[in-house]
């Protein structure tokens, strides 16, 4: 089946400086990636779609300088959280699209848990 | 737009015995509907989906699913839970060619011995 990976699965950082979050489809093209948060006991609160070759769509809300997405191919969107601070510890997953089936389900990554110090 | 709602946000049951985790969704378009499950400290992973035909659906880990359209649910069943089952279920809904899902709240399942 297909398969996303998300790297790192865990990452620590000091307030203050950027972390970046991959997120790869090992088996398939994806021509749009999801990034969502997730804090604890709650749902998945989408931040951003991202798709290949252009700009990320934002959620209302979600500040675009703070959280850069790139998308430079079918299979890598990278997140990075730029000056990070405490409250932005929190569990980030991303998911992909099937280049060539908008309609199926989206496919996760095992997200990253990020914590800030 | 669409928006999920998931009845119950805990869901405690004993091993062998029947579960059903409640969805209900409304959205003023054609819709597709997922059942994720998570464990700790994981990504989501799929269970089932409805996107068109039978409105039973049966998905992995011997759960199944009734998509009903005249009450907007999408309800998840399973016969006899084991404590493997254990997790954050997650009901989803998504514009037919959208892509983009919207997600419930989540219903903690707890089996216990």
């Known amino acids: 089946g297909a398969v996303v990976s998300q790297h790192p699965s865990r990452v620590i950082c000091k307030s203050g400086t950027s972390v970046k979050i991959e997120c790869r489809s090992l088996d398939f093209q994806a021509t749009t990636m999801f990034w969502y948060r997730q804090f604890p006991k709650q749902s998945l609160m989408l931040m951003a779609t991202s798709n290949e070759g252009s700009k990320a769509t934002y959620e209302q809300g979600v500040e675009k300088d703070k959280f850069l997405i790139n998308h430079a191919s079918l299979t890598l969107s990278t997140l990075t959280v730029t000056s990070a601070h405490p409250e932005d510890s929190s569990f980030y997953i991303c998911?992909?699209?099937?280049?060539?089936?908008?309609?199926?389900?989206?496919?996760f990554g095992n997200g990253t848990r990020l914590t800030v110090t | 737009a669409q928006s999920v709602t998931q009845l119950d946000s805990q869901v405690p049951v004993f091993e062998e015995a029947p579960v059903e985790l409640r969805c209900n969704y409304s959205?003023?378009?054609?819709?597709?509907l997922f059942w994720y499950v998570q464990y700790p400290n994981q990504g989501l992973q799929l269970l089932l989906k409805y996107l068109s035909g039978s409105t039973l659906v049966k998905g992995i880990n011997g759960f199944e699913a009734e998509f009903n359209k005249s009450q907007t649910s999408f309800h998840l069943r399973k016969p006899s839970v084991h404590i493997s089952d254990t997790a954050e279920y997650f009901c989803a809904v998504s514009a037919s060619n959208a892509g983009k899902s919207t997600f419930g709240d989540g219903t903690t399942l707890t089996v216990k011995p």
């Open positions: 959205s003023s378009v054609s819709v597709y």
């Open positions: 998911s992909a699209i099937s280049h060539s089936d908008l309609n199926s389900p989206l496919h």
